[in-house]
């Protein structure tokens, strides 16, 4: 094969070389990264204020507890109270989410990946558990003392 030159004005290029511009995929591959790096930290957080928001509903409820353990309901009928009640909210959130969660996709039904039925089942379990000692916790005075407690 024959080395012809290519004329450019003001140049002589024997072979042509071709550069390719990166930036963009540059910049793709940097917000990959952020979305790898950000996953895990906006999960846990998801977790965490799915969490504590439970945990507020049941210790702002306080006197609704000392109303039932004056009306004779025993500690653990009073949590498994507030941990069905909550729970159930919960669940109810994760089930509308999953609803919903194809519609905004676009009908793709692809977004149900283990990592969000994972996170799912972990939500449920740390509300469970937020709630179930947020109920204890409520429920450590005595019940005389809390109806008599102002706001």
């Known amino acids: 094969m024959k080395r012809r030159a290519v004329v450019v004005p003001g ?19 940097r917000s990959h990264q952020l979305l790898n790096t950000m ?6 957080a998801a977790l965490i204020l799915g969490t504590l928001l439970p945990i507020l509903v049941v210790l702002q409820s306080q006197q609704e507890a000392a109303v039932f353990r004056a009306l004779g309901w025993p500690k653990r009928a009073v949590t498994l109270r507030y941990v069905l009640e909550q729970g159930l909210l919960c669940l109810v959130g994760i089930l509308l989410a999953f ?10 039904m ?3 990946r283990p990592v969000l039925l994972i996170y799912a089942l972990a939500h449920l379990l740390t509300c469970m558990a937020g709630i179930a000692f947020a109920s204890r916790l409520a429920l ?7 109806l008599q407690a102002k706001e």
Request: no cysteine; hydrophobic share 50%; net charge negative.
């Open 11 to 29: 140049e002589i290029v024997l072979d042509p070389v071709f550069r390719m511009d990166t930036t963009d995929a540059d910049r793709l591959y």
């Open 39 to 44: 996953f895990p930290i906006s999960i846990a």
């Open 110 to 112: 692809t977004v149900f």
């Open 140 to 146: 450590t005075k005595s019940p005389m003392a809390l």
């Open 99 to 108: 609803l919903v969660l194809p519609a905004i996709n676009g009908g793709d």
